[in-house]
């Protein structure tokens, strides 16, 4: 589980997308603008909750874009998709049968979409002083004994929330329960987990799935 050096994450390049989804991509989405048209009565109220006035624009644009971006693959009106969480709160759709995951860091909004399920996380650098700390305090010894810089452990860390997203768990399901190789594949419960890692200007992001996959696209709304 050596570290890869930064060159290693491909930065995206943005094109149209496809009018459906297969088994096998995961389509990366940023989204960069909110259409208040699509958004919920209930999502403005969780909106007006935010104290970060970032946090609130973030929510909006994602809730907006995903549903944006999944009339693409489903021919459904964006206002016509349903939204709604799992206990744990893990966003999906009612009335539509594909998988997505958003995460936002530093203003930037992204997605992952699917025909499988699909974690996603995205962090912004120079946010955590603290990381060797956190690295010794929540990840597996042999995992934080590797930790040689903040690059490092942004590619640890989105990569462990990237598998909790994927199985719903969030955070709260415990970092020390996911393992992240840095070679693209990792165990989350001892279930095989396979990850995939790029950047997004000078941000990471790490996409999980339980299925093997490939960033086939990027794109933007």
Known sequence: MSCLPATAL????????????????VHIWRFVSAD???ISEAEREHADKF??????AAFLAGRSGIRRAAAIYTGLAPQDLAISQTPSGKPFFENAAIHFNLSHSGGEVVAA????PVGLDIESPGRCRDFAEIARRFFHPDE?????G???FLRHWTAKEAMLKLAGSGLAGGLEQARAADAG?????????????????VRV?????????????WFQI
């Open 10 to 25: 491909p930065e995206p390049a943005f094109a149209a997308p496809p009018a459906r989804l297969v088994s096998g991509p």
């Open 36 to 38: 208040s048209d699509l």
């Open 150 to 152: 903040e690059d490092d």
């Open 51 to 56: 104290q970060s006035e970032p946090a609130r």
């Open 113 to 116: 979409f699917s025909a499988d």
């Open 205 to 217: 992001a790490a996409a999980a799935s339980f299925q093997r996959f490939e960033v086939k696209g």
């Open 185 to 201: 594949a990792g165990m989350l419960d001892g279930q095989p987990v396979w990850i995939e890692r790029f950047r997004i200007g």
């Open 144 to 148: 934080a004994a590797r930790i040689s």
